[in-house]
């Protein structure tokens, strides 16, 4: 019995191996878009493969960039214009190459930072639910809900850079600007002694 228990045990490890290797497949990157051009990644996905792009503005001008989303036949799936941040799911409708442009066409100096995700899914169409047993389901479950919850942990951690950076920048100019007062102080001081000395020189004078 004992060799028995072990073989499910070795056959259920084996099919849950299988269905956590269903968990997805993301690539997160932070890239330098300089004005006047348009940067473009690309994807392969199969037909049925869910697909996720998630976006954020964290530098540059006014926060704010082009995004397009096409698919292999060149077609647009989303766009946003002037945009900070955004999110579109969806489900590849065509096996090929899937491109995502960011375009910072509009500003004239400034280039823009975007930290973005790009999560392609395995397609659940190979292994249906009713097909599974409890513990495989579960675990189809759960495989989704960590997906989930990656995709808010990625988009929580790009909202909170950008506050991060905003904060930094806003306690340089907080330093700055205090290092500027002391100055004009020290100045206004100094001269208010030099002034106040030779008033009382030419007094002692008369």
Not at 83 to 88: K, L, N
Request: net charge neutral; with cysteine.
């Amino acid at each position: 019995s004992y060799s028995f228990c072990t073989l499910l045990a070795n056959m259920h490890a084996a099919r849950c191996l299988v269905l956590v290797g269903m968990l997805c497949l993301a690539e997160s990157l932070t890239v330098k878009v300089e004005p006047k051009t348009e940067d473009c990644f690309r994807e392969d996905a199969k037909t049925g493969s869910p697909m996720t792009m998630i976006f954020q503005v964290t530098a540059g001008g006014q926060l704010d960039i082009d995004v397009t989303i096409f698919d292999p036949r060149g077609q647009q799936v989303q766009s946003w214009t002037k945009a900070t941040d955004g999110r579109h799911h969806w489900t590849a409708t065509m096996e090929g190459t899937y491109k995502v442009c960011f375009g910072n066409t509009m500003a004239r100096w400034t280039p823009k930072w975007v930290s973005f995700y790009l999560t392609k899914s395995q397609s659940t169409n190979s292994a249906k639910l009713e097909h599974l047993d409890p513990i495989e389901k579960t675990i189809v479950h759960l495989t989704q809900g960590l997906s989930d919850l990656q995709e808010e942990q990625r988009q929580l951690y790009a909202v909170e850079k950008l506050h991060r950076d905003t904060i930094d920048a806003t306690n340089t100019r907080i330093l700055y600007w205090s290092c500027f007062e002391a100055v004009i102080l020290v100045v206004m001081g100094l001269f208010q002694i030099y002034y106040l000395k030779r008033f009382l020189e030419v007094k002692s004078s008369i």
